[in-house]
């Protein structure tokens, strides 16, 4: 799988856009990117994930760029309870029994 | 909405003792996982179980560790001599057939 790399902090205003950015530019053309995040001490939640096109869901949207060298978690209104550490994590769509790879990841504050 | 249970929420358990860990993937899952991660590091991966076998270990996973699905909707992790360093929580994991994986909330994993 390729590595990610993100930065391991980031803050955001309680209501506005937060935009998390990942760069993986060793993807190689069979790999999804995939966004998990992890509340305090909770279990890692899964957000969104995509391969080509920009994906949106009801938690978030993933833009992903042309290239697919780097891509970027949107959380539109972010609110307190979004303050987590956001995974991004590339891996193969037939990569067997798909175990995720965990990095640090970056840590969003949502602050009021 | 289905999801992934684990119990106990807390275990706190004498060196040298075993442990066993419970939990209760989403129903029509097929694919199991057990993850670790120690206090303030990385989420690491353990085991993936698939077809009432193991599927892939990582290196953590020595003879200390086994995992068994007695039933049809129980997925257990034992530790069967605990050390000190195996304190941490512990996170289940599903997922159907598609790459989302499912996380549970976690065991939280004291050796004293």
């Known amino acids: 799988d390729a590595k990610t790399t993100q930065p391991p902090s980031m803050d955001c205003a309680e209501g506005r856009a937060a935009n998390l950015p990942c760069n993986h530019s060793?993807?190689?053309?069979?790999?999804?990117v995939y966004w998990y995040r992890q509340i305090h001490s909770q279990g890692p939640q899964y957000i969104i994930h995509?391969?080509?096109n920009n994906e949106t869901n009801e938690m978030a949207s993933l833009i992903i760029t042309e290239d697919r060298k780097s891509s970027t978690l949107i959380l539109p209104h972010a609110t307190l309870r979004d303050t987590a550490v956001y995974y991004c994590?590339?891996?193969?769509?037939?990569?067997?029994?798909?175990?995720?790879?965990f990095g640090k990841g970056t840590m969003l504050l949502v602050s009021p | 909405e289905p999801e992934v249970t684990q119990t106990p929420s807390h275990q706190v358990t004498q060196m040298g003792q075993e442990v066993i860990l419970r939990c209760v993937p989403i129903?029509?899952?097929?694919?199991f996982y057990w993850y670790r991660q120690i206090l303030g590091q990385k989420v690491e991966f353990l085991v993936s179980?698939?077809?009432?076998?193991?599927?892939?270990k990582s290196e953590i996973f020595d003879d200390q560790f086994s995992v068994e699905r007695p039933d049809g909707s129980n997925f257990t992790l034992k530790i069967r001599s605990t050390k000190l360093e195996d304190s941490a929580m512990y996170f289940c994991?599903?997922?159907?057939?598609?790459?989302?994986?499912?996380f549970g909330p976690g065991t939280r994993l004291l050796v004293l």
């Open positions: 060793t993807i190689s053309g069979n790999e999804y």
């Open positions: 994991a599903s997922r159907e057939g598609g790459e989302t994986q499912y």
């Open positions: 994590i590339v891996r193969s769509g037939n990569s067997g029994y798909s175990t995720l790879t």
């Open positions: 129903s029509n899952h097929l694919y």
């Open positions: 179980f698939y077809n009432n076998e193991i599927s892939e």
């Open positions: 995509g391969l080509k």
